[in-house]
C-alpha cells in the first residue's frame, strides 16, 4: 500500500498491512468453513445482540450539512499537486506540521453516530468540559448499525447542533472521537483488497440511493486499490438521479466548509470521484461501511 486515508501510506506501513491482509483472508477461509459445517449459526445465536442486522427503518429527518457536520477539517499530511505533465499527483510534506491528520473515517464515523444517536438541546444550560467528554464517549461508542428509542438519545446541553458544538469545544470532539489508528484499522478495510463487479457497483449505488431516501445518511469507503491513489470516507447525504447518472451529495471530512459530489455513472456502471485538492479524480471503487458486523 501506499497511501493513508485521504493520503499516501508510508513505505513501511506495506508490510504491516500485507500481515493484515493475510489474517483477514484466514478469517473469512474460517467464516466460510464455519458456515459450510453449521456451525456459524451457533455462533451467531450465542453472539446475541453483536450479531442483530442493522435496522432499516429511517430516521425522523434528513442529514443537514450546515448542521450536522463538524466544523474543523481533517488534515493531511502532504499538500497535493497535479504533475501537469502526466496528470498525476505529486505532493510534498505539510508545514507546519498538521495537528489532526488522516482522522477521515473516524470524522465521518462520528458525524453518523451524532446524526443517530445524539440529541442537540439549546435550551438547556452548558455543562463543564468534564460532562461533555463524557458525552462525547457515550455517543462515540454507539454502534451504527442498532437505533435508540427517541427518548434514549444522548442529550448534548447548551448547543443547537453538532457544527456550533464543534466550533466551541473543537478539541474535547478531536480527543474523544477516535484516534488515527480507527481509520487505518477501519474494520470493513479488508473488502476493498478484492474485485468490485460493475453489478455490484451497480448494486451498491442503488443501496446507497435508497439509504438516503430512508434518511439514513451512510458512510463510504473510497478507494482505489491496489494503486490506492484515493483511500477515504465520506458520508453521503443527498442523491439526484437522471438518465446517465446518479449523483451524490457528500460530507468529505477534509472539506468542512462545502459539500462535495461523488457519480455513479450509469453506462460505466462505475463510481466516479471528481478532482479534489488530494486527488486528480477517476473511477474510484465505493462501499458502505458501519452498517454490517464485517463491514
Request: include cysteine.
Amino acid at each position: 500500500m501506499s497511501k493513508l486515508p485521504g493520503a499516501r501510506f508510508p513505505s513501511w506501513f506495506s508490510s504491516v498491512a500485507a500481515g493484515i491482509s493475510s489474517l483477514l483472508h484466514r478469517v473469512i477461509v474460517l467464516e466460510r468453513f464455519l458456515r459450510a459445517s453449521g456451525l456459524l449459526v451457533l455462533l451467531i445465536l450465542a453472539g446475541g445482540c453483536a450479531s442483530q442486522r442493522a435496522s432499516t427503518s429511517p430516521f425522523d429527518r434528513p442529514f443537514v450539512f450546515e448542521r450536522d457536520t463538524f466544523a474543523h477539517p481533517n488534515e493531511l499530511y502532504w499538500v497535493y499537486q497535479s504533475d501537469p505533465t502526466t496528470g498525476r499527483m505529486i505532493h510534498e510534506w505539510r508545514k507546519p506540521k498538521p495537528t489532526y491528520a488522516q482522522h477521515c473515517f473516524v470524522v465521518a464515523r462520528s458525524a453518523r453516530q451524532f446524526f443517530q444517536h445524539a440529541r442537540f438541546d439549546p435550551d438547556q444550560p452548558t455543562v463543564d468540559d468534564d460532562k461533555y467528554r463524557k458525552l462525547i464517549r457515550r455517543v462515540v461508542a454507539l454502534d451504527p448499525r442498532h437505533e435508540l428509542e427517541p427518548d434514549d438519545k444522548i442529550v448534548i446541553p447548551g448547543f443547537t447542533d453538532l457544527h456550533a458544538f464543534s466550533v466551541s469545544r473543537e478539541n474535547l470532539l478531536k480527543e474523544e472521537c477516535g484516534s488515527a489508528w480507527e481509520s487505518y484499522f477501519q474494520r470493513g478495510h479488508w473488502r476493498m483488497i478484492w474485485h468490485f463487479s460493475k453489478k455490484g457497483q451497480q448494486k451498491m449505488a442503488r443501496q446507497l440511493a435508497d439509504s438516503i431516501g430512508r434518511n439514513r445518511p451512510p458512510v463510504v469507503h473510497v478507494a482505489h486499490f491496489p494503486k490506492l491513489e484515493i483511500n477515504h470516507a465520506l458520508v453521503l447525504y443527498g442523491a439526484q438521479e437522471n438518465n446517465s447518472e446518479i449523483e451524490f451529495t457528500a460530507y468529505d471530512p477534509n472539506y468542512p466548509a462545502h459539500p462535495t459530489q461523488l457519480h455513479f455513472r450509469k453506462a460505466e456502471q462505475r463510481f466516479f470521484y471528481p478532482p479534489q485538492t488530494y486527488f486528480a479524480g477517476g473511477t474510484v471503487d465505493v462501499y458502505e461501511i458501519y452498517y454490517r458486523w464485517n463491514y
